[in-house]
């Protein structure tokens, strides 16, 4: 397939998230390209619209080379929407290539603004949209003639320029180590079944604020846990432990020993297959912290991230084994922090401790999502993760 020819002046709508707007542009512009950002001054639904198009000229500027400005456009009534779209259109020295994007902004901005250019640019005129379903570019070069090029950037787009994008920063504490894996190893093994899973939860809930360890008579399906840490730590006494832990008690280990073993194991899955399935970026434990300027932050976590070009996968881990409606909310409260971020190309999985993910998938696809956005893995995949995520991957990542 050809390359995507370039246009001299690309208009690009801006919408409640700016990251498709980003790609298109690194896709449809180069260092000659004149690019106007047209958006509404304000849009009370999601954020401050202007203050979106504001990091996004920063970044264009920064990554394509080119010369960007921002045009408040509008988002409702036609007769002002025609005729800012006409002053910029008047701005355009004649004989220049025009490309309007209209993967962002409303709908009334799209029809009432390509009504216009189309009456305006006689010749030399493109369309296109980033269709997030298929992560394909369509190019409407004439009536006739549509182009289509898969969003497959040449550089992936850095964790750190999507944050930016909405006016954040990588939080301090995110990782990209698994540190205790040998132990999450172990505590998969006893959550195998119902009763391991109860009596690692009556251990922590009863003896680890106490700085108990777990003994073979009281707990004695929890025997691979013990012996995962005589192999780590030398003395196998609860201070021992909590210094293997970097805490100097034992009690004050259990966030981790409540769950977040979970996502040190889904973490190491991931990374393991960064190459496999050209991940980057892979990360456990994503907090945003917000740039200054952002006045109205949204605190939101994420448990663990990769990306894949441009596209975000976010994993919510919960140890719980109960297909309740708090396994439900978290899957849900994932779904929207990762779409906050990327967008609709964004897909989000949920691993727990239950039996039954398909009930928990098939009631998702029945009453909220398609099965393509949101998918959930239960206790059973949980020793071969590794192969279930490569399938997910694969049939979700961009180019499939």
Known sequence: MSSIKKVDYLLLLVGGNPLPVYVSALMLADEK??????????????????????????????????????????????ENIRREIEGVINQIPEGKTVGFNYTGGTKPMVVYSIRMLEEKVKNGLTLSYLNAQDKTLYVECGRRHIE????????????????????????????????FIAIANAIIEICQSDKGIDQWKHWWFHQLPKNQLPTIEGYPLLVPFMEALENEVNDLTPDAVANY???EKLSSCAHWLDGGWLEEYVFSAVKNLSTQCTLHDCGINLKPAPLVGNDNPKNFEIDVFALQNY????????????????????????????????????RVALVYLGDAPQAVQDEIDRTWLPSNALKVF???????LREYLYKWFTQNMLGR
């Open 148 to 179: 289509q090029y898969p969003a497959k950037l040449e550089k992936p787009v850095p964790l750190e320029i999507i944050l930016k994008l909405h006016g954040y920063k990588p939080n301090e504490t995110l990782g990209h180590e698994a540190k």
């Open 378 to 384: 239960g206790r059973n995949e949980l020793p071969d």
């Open 245 to 247: 832990f970097g805490f």
């Open 33 to 78: 390209t004149q690019v106007r950002l047209l958006h509404s001054p304000e849009d009370k639904a999601v954020r401050n619209v202007a203050e979106l198009a504001q990091m996004l000229k920063t970044s264009i500027e920064n990554t394509v080379g080119c010369k960007v400005e921002n045009v408040d456009l509008n988002s409702i009534d036609r």
């Open 311 to 346: 596209q975000l996968f976010g994993i919510s881990c919960i140890a719980s084994k109960k297909e309740n409606g708090e396994v439900k909310k978290h899957l849900f409260e994932a779904y929207m922090r990762a779409r906050q971020l990327g967008g609709d190309e964004a």
